[in-house]
């Protein structure tokens, strides 16, 4: 059973840094990809960044190149995701996600508003 929980959000000011954190319980995270995707209100979801099992390739999506950082700690079972220099339109809901035999899992996902 796959359970994935994630942490860290809250209300920042423009400008200022978050990190969030996935830990998951079942699988080791280091074999699975894993990726995070938000949902703003009234808006599609989007994913913002993701990174593989296989080689540790990361992408991110252009809204966030340069701002967010994917990471992993084996060793705490844990997917981070560095965001700084937050925006108001980073403002979302964030969930990470992974497949597992074809199957997707989620968090409950973490709450992110940026004002000021």
């Known amino acids: 059973q796959v359970q994935l929980v994630e942490s860290g959000g809250g209300s920042v000011q423009p400008g200022g840094s978050l990190r969030l954190s996935c830990a998951a319980s079942?699988?080791?995270?280091?074999?699975?990809?894993i990726g995070w995707i938000r949902r703003a209100p009234g808006k599609e979801r989007e994913g913002v960044a993701c990174i593989s099992s296989r080689d540790g390739a990361i992408d991110y999506a252009a809204s966030v190149k340069g701002r967010f950082t994917i990471s992993r700690e084996n060793a705490k079972n844990t997917v981070y995701l560095q965001i700084n220099s937050l925006k108001p339109e980073d403002t979302a809901v964030y969930y990470c996600?992974?497949?597992?035999?074809?199957?997707?899992?989620w968090g409950q996902g973490t709450q992110v508003t940026v004002s000021s």
């Open positions: 079942g699988p080791s995270l280091a074999y699975y990809t």
């Open positions: 996600k992974l497949v597992q035999s074809g199957l997707p899992y």
